[in-house]
């Protein structure tokens, strides 16, 4: 089964996750190709914009568990995930996210990195990463923090709360709340694509850059990649696995 599916809107690209089975969690192989992805079409010229989306009726819950249960902070130090976020948020053009379902951990901050945030009927978002024993590994916590602010931002992160599309909307966290995301992200992601190409491409620029210009970015990385040895991290993703609540060492 193919996990990424690219179609060509005319004008427009629309990516659908593509791994329904795993709640198109994004595993590194799909990251990588997403990145590559958008690496490719930040240079076509007949690509004014971009919608991501998730098949199924969920954006990405998260990443994949299985991936991240045996990975040790050395290994994380030097994991090609960290230059695949970075090639997707370099990403020179419009990007919406249209999400339904879950966007959660990882695909939360997938979502974050997009410029608007489109959440429908069924949107559920979180970074609830500190249940399994750590903390959002590709800058969520720090986006959401620029987005909604710090007291949202910590009440999210901290206590793993997940919220619904009427508060993501409401509390500043999307742009547009939707019944269809799909189709509403589609509709949006078109009238971009019919703009002036240079002035989106400078002022999603200066929108990054005065939102992100003083962002802990850097050590909240090296905070996830620290807690990867962590006892309680293992903790985490065994009770997680066997759905039970978690047996903290701090440790």
């Known amino acids: 089964m193919e996990h990424l599916i690219e179609t060509d809107e005319g004008g427009w ?7 329904p089975g795993a709640k198109n969690a994004l595993n590194t192989a799909l990251l990588a190709d997403l ?9 076509d010229d007949s690509c004014r914009a971009v919608m991501i989306a998730g098949a199924d009726g969920n954006f990405a819950a998260g990443a994949d568990i299985g991936e991240i249960e045996g990975k040790t902070s050395t290994e994380a130090a030097a994991d090609p995930r960290k230059a695949q976020w970075a090639s997707i948020r370099a990403f020179p053009k419009p990007l919406v996210a249209a999400v339904e379902g879950f966007a959660l951990g990882g695909g939360l901050e997938l979502a974050l990195m997009a410029d608007l945030m489109v959440v429908g009927d069924s949107a559920r978002l979180g970074l ?3 249940n399994l024993g750590i903390i959002p590994g590709a800058g969520g ?3 959401l923090i620029a987005r909604i602010g710090p007291a949202k931002a910590a009440r999210m992160v901290l206590t793993g709360e997940i919220i ?8 500043g966290l999307a742009a547009c709340r939707a019944g269809d995301a799909l189709a509403e992200g589609a509709a949006l992601t078109a009238r971009l694509a019919q703009r002036a190409p240079l002035a989106l491409q400078a002022a999603k620029a200066a929108l990054i850059q005065g939102a992100e210009a ?7 990385r090296a905070a996830f990649e620290a807690l990867l040895d962590s006892q309680d991290k293992a903790e985490g993703i065994r009770a997680f696995r ?3 609540k978690p ?4 440790k």
């Not at 690209?13 to 791994?19: E, Y």
């Not at 619904?164 to 509390?171: L, M, S, V």
């Open 242 to 244: 066997e759905k039970r």
């Open 13 to 19: 690209t629309r990516l659908l996750i593509n791994r």
């Open 141 to 143: 916590g720090q986006r």
């Open 164 to 171: 619904d599309a009427d508060t993501a909307f409401a509390w």
């Open 35 to 43: 990145a590559a992805a958008l690496t490719r079409l930040s240079g």
């Open 214 to 220: 003083a962002l802990a970015l850097d050590a909240e």
């Open 247 to 250: 047996i903290w060492q701090g």
């Open 128 to 130: 609830a990463e500190t």
